[in-house]
């Protein structure tokens, strides 16, 4: 567990058994009732699914669900507060009905809404949504079709809150109410001068692409107030980014924001809600810092902080609390999903052993070589280190000119990685080491295939360096011999991860064990829930993974609740506009052809065709 940060990151939903399983648990430290999660992959097999599997634990979203809400209640309840929380989900942050479903059914009991940034959201959160009594917000650039689809949604009785996002939005909001004759609840959004910092930055301040600023919020009550509608404008709304590692940014947010809300209360808006967007972040590397992949701050602490400051700025003015809303995703979903994935193969780079004796034709490079190597100690191991380097740069050179022949060639290389290794032991005697030193255990890292992709399961990792806890799922109780870097199965460089979660900053390499003959070496990427399944993508045509939705019963057993199956390779095929009935026609013909030509029996080219149509039908990773 130490070794892993599994603590520090788990939220309380992971833990490891004397076992050495890795256990989920439905709600934070219920022990009790923990599952095993490598007894679940062996279910999921059961049943044929294969790896890489994206399993869900559902009770973890109901359990994230109620943390939030009841979490602002409690503080609303010490502090005070004289209004309520109101939380919208928003959509982007992952789309699948399946997910967006099981928070409006986990949500209900809260009045749990949806945010929705496009059309498309907005059309799947009117057909998902039921309670009245939530909220529906309609963020993102808006033509007529979305206005009309959020005005209609308020007609037939949603409170759909339609945010005033360009200044250009509002004149059309106001001809199409008055056509479609529906009173518009509108909000605005705001830009802040207050930005934060990490990827997601530009979401808020002055620079932000979405928002009004103080001058064209006038205009838009000026507006308002013309046509005798500032009744209309209900909510303040703004989003300072995802994952604010820093609770003093959210801090400062709320109180311009609020201010901005007494400022529209007193030019006679109808203010009621106060949206504060997403940004919730979830300490993925579990350092409880400011690091991106992390934030120096609990829930407790940011719902705390959040009434404070809204009740400090309001109570100074005189103005009734308003409805808190916020939009958050990442906190709620990340948790409750794990990608497992199992380990195809490894690539070692553990050196040969060495002859006894150099050949005698030995070029005197290789010899200085050797002698580096057998006078290295733990005392010269930098000058060791410089010199080894240095020969072997010079036995390259003298390959590239032809001086040495390919076996002296392997054989300076063998001697300069049994050096390094011997020196990367030794370094870990020492109590300093130099950086160039302490990075040899990443150089000499291994690499374990893994199955699955990057791009299509953790596309944060690729394009960001956003760290996931990365772990083995099993063994836990045997200690790790080997540091490894992943490669996924696509055949991109990039589709590798070599930076794993650290509590002091990044770690190079992970440990993982040594592969027992052919036992499966199960691996799972935890805390993936938010973002990744869409963002992810088809490169080299790996498609989305299967997915396996389990409940946690109250007797501790568990129950599969869902499965989905993932893309076939026709699946994907399709994605890219290939007609895979027109690809497995063609294919036959060109069999047909080889028969002709005596290449293949008639019987062989059965065989051909029907492996063909088998790969059409099969799953895009790897299969045993
Ligand atoms: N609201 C809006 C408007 C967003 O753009 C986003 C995503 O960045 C969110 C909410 C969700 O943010 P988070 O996942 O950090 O809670």
């Not at 967006?100 to 799947?124: D, M, N, P």
Request: hydrophobic content about 40%.
């Amino acid at each position: 567990a130490e070794l892993y940060g599994v603590p520090e990151w788990s939220g309380g939903y992971f833990t490891i058994a004397d076992s050495g399983e890795m256990m989920v648990l439905p709600a934070a430290g219920e022990t009790g009732r923990a599952v095993s999660i490598s007894q679940i992959a062996k279910g999921v097999k059961e049943r044929g699914l294969d790896m890489p599997v994206l399993l869900r634990v559902e009770n973890i979203l109901d359990a994230q669900i109620a943390t939030l809400n009841e979490t602002f209640r409690q503080a609303m309840d010490e502090l005070g507060y004289q209004g309520s929380f109101l939380g919208a989900y928003p959509i982007k942050v992952n789309q699948q009905q399946q997910v967006v479903e099981q928070i409006t059914h986990f949500g209900s009991r809260y009045h749990h809404g949806l945010e929705a940034g496009s059309k498309a959201e907005l059309i799947a959160a009117m057909g998902t949504m039921r309670d009245r009594k939530s909220v529906l917000i309609c963020n993102g650039y808006k033509d007529e079709e979305f206005i009309d689809l959020g005005l209609y949604a308020t007609k037939i009785g949603f409170t759909c809150i339609l945010v005033v996002e360009m200044p250009d939005e509002l004149p059309l909001i106001l001809e199409r109410s008055k056509e479609l004759g529906a009173k518009p609840i509108l909000g605005i959004r705001i830009k802040l001068a207050s930005q934060a910092s990490g990827h997601w930055a530009e979401s808020g301040g002055d620079r932000s692409i979405f928002g009004l600023n103080t001058n064209q919020v006038i205009k838009a009550v000026d507006l308002l107030a013309q046509e005798g509608m500032l009744d209309c404008l209900q909510m303040v709304h703004y989003h300072l980014g995802s994952q604010i590692s820093n609770i003093r940014e959210i801090r400062s947010a709320v109180h311009e924001a609020c201010q901005v809300y007494a400022g529209l209360a007193k030019e006679g808006a109808a203010v009621a809600y106060l949206d504060l967007g997403g940004g919730l972040a979830v300490d993925y590397d579990g350092s409880q810092s400011n690091f991106m992949s992390s934030r120096n701050y609990s829930i407790n602490e940011y719902c705390t902080d959040i009434i404070e400051a809204v009740m400090t700025s309001l109570d100074e003015v005189g103005i009734q609390h308003p409805t808190i809303i916020t939009e958050s995703g990442r906190a709620l979903v990340a948790y409750y999903s794990i990608l497992l994935f199992n380990v195809l193969d490894v690539t070692r780079y553990r050196p040969d052993p060495l002859p006894e004796h150099l050949p005698d034709d030995c070029p005197a490079q290789i010899n200085y070589m050797m002698e580096t190597l057998e006078k290295l100690t733990i005392r010269n191991l930098q000058e060791s280190f410089n010199d080894i380097l240095f020969y072997r740069d010079e036995a390259r050179h003298l390959f590239h000119h032809g001086k040495i022949d390919l076996r002296q060639r392997a054989l300076a290389e063998q001697i300069f990685w049994t050096t390094i290794t011997r020196i990367s032991e030794l370094s870990k005697e020492l109590k300093h080491v130099t950086p160039e030193l302490a990075d040899l255990e990443r150089v000499l890292s291994d690499i374990y295939y893994c199955n699955f992709s990057v791009f299509q399961s953790l596309p944060d990792a690729w394009a960001i360096g956003q760290l996931f806890p990365i772990m083995p799922i099993h063994r836990l109780n045997e200690e790790p011999t080997v540091n490894a870097v992943l490669a996924d199965i696509t055949c991109d460089c990039d589709g590798k991860i070599d930076q794993f979660i650290d509590r002091r900053g990044v770690r190079r390499f992970l440990p993982l064990h040594e592969l027992k003959n052919s036992d499966e070496y199960l691996l799972g990427a935890f805390l993936v829930g938010a973002y990744q399944e869409t963002l992810g993508d088809l490169h080299n045509l790996l498609g989305d993974t299967n997915v396996v939705t389990v409940r946690i019963l109250d007797n501790g057993e568990f129950e599969f609740v869902n499965e989905l199956e993932g893309d076939t390779v026709a699946d994907v095929l399709s994605y890219v506009e290939y007609d895979p009935k027109r690809l497995f026609n063609s294919f036959r013909k060109t069999a047909e052809r080889a028969v002709r030509a005596e290449r293949i029996t008639a019987q062989e080219r059965k065989q051909i065709v029907q492996a063909y149509e088998a790969g059409l039908r099969g799953y895009t990773y790897f299969e045993r």
